[in-house]
């Protein structure tokens, strides 16, 4: 990341390995470690953050920084957070001219990076999904074998893990719900076989088990109202408050 940007390419060769919305932009992961920013009328801007592929972007919607996880030759899934300086335009801003930027700066940089696998021992897991809280405070990462990755703060430096049930099935979902500033922020977890909270309180967390039927990869999404958890399973939606 930070490198100068690469030679544009067509949307049509594009590799995607992962997406996200949000702030106006489809954001695009590939196979080549290339984030792609695109908006209406398929313009966009790329950059390298990744030596090799992309495979998770979160954007979020109130701040203007993206998280993402990858994959670079001396490390695996590298959790990186990216302050992205998206333009403030009222109305439909005019076609860029090749090469200018979309962006109102083309230096889009890491700010920082973290492993995620320190102290897992044996092989290491999979990434299978990444949320972040708006304020920063929190970045929850799923992996294969089960397991929460819990960042405290945006600069990565404090991680705690927890199983969020007894089997090691995968972790589908992850979406956190703020309530207010008198109550901690819940992070809602779900897997194949589970939906659980876990309530933050500074450096510990007190988990419930929701229910014990979870969801498959891509059947969990959040409301954008009140920010229940949906878990769509083979017997109907269910929502989770």
């Known amino acids: 990341a930070g490198a100068a940007a690469p030679a544009k390419q067509s949307l049509q060769s594009v590799r995607d390995t992962c997406a996200d919305a ?8 590939d196979d080549e470690g290339l984030i792609h920013f695109i908006r209406g009328g398929f313009r966009w801007e790329s950059f390298r953050a990744y030596s090799q592929r992309v495979t998770h972007v979160h954007q979020l919607l109130t701040k203007p920084v993206l998280v993402a996880v990858g994959d670079d030759t001396d490390a695996n899934a590298v959790v990186t957070i990216l302050r992205v300086p998206f333009p403030q335009e009222l109305g439909e801003p005019p076609e860029p001219q090749p090469p200018s930027p979309i962006f109102k700066t083309a230096n889009i940089t890491k700010e920082t990076s973290a492993r995620v696998f320190e102290g897992s021992g044996g ?14 405070q929190y970045i929850a990462v799923g992996l294969s074998n089960g397991s929460v990755v819990l960042f405290r703060g945006a600069d990565l430096s404090t991680q705690t893990r927890f199983p969020p049930q007894t089997s090691s099935v995968p972790v589908t979902g992850l979406c956190f719900k703020f309530i207010n500033p008198s109550l901690p922020t819940c992070l809602f977890a779900v ?11 500074g450096d510990r967390e007190e988990t419930e088990v929701l229910s014990d039927q979870g969801c498959e990869h891509g059947c969990c999404a959040q409301s954008a109202s009140d920010k229940n958890i949906l878990a769509g399973r083979d017997d109907g939606v269910f929502i989770y408050t």
Not at 22 to 29: K, P
Not at 123 to 136: I, K, N, Q
């Open 22 to 29: 949000g702030r106006g932009y489809l954001v695009l992961g």
């Open 123 to 136: 092989g290491d897991p999979d990434v299978t999904c990444v949320r972040a809280s708006e304020d920063l």
């Open 191 to 201: 897997t194949k076989d589970t939906v659980t909270t876990h309530m933050l309180y």
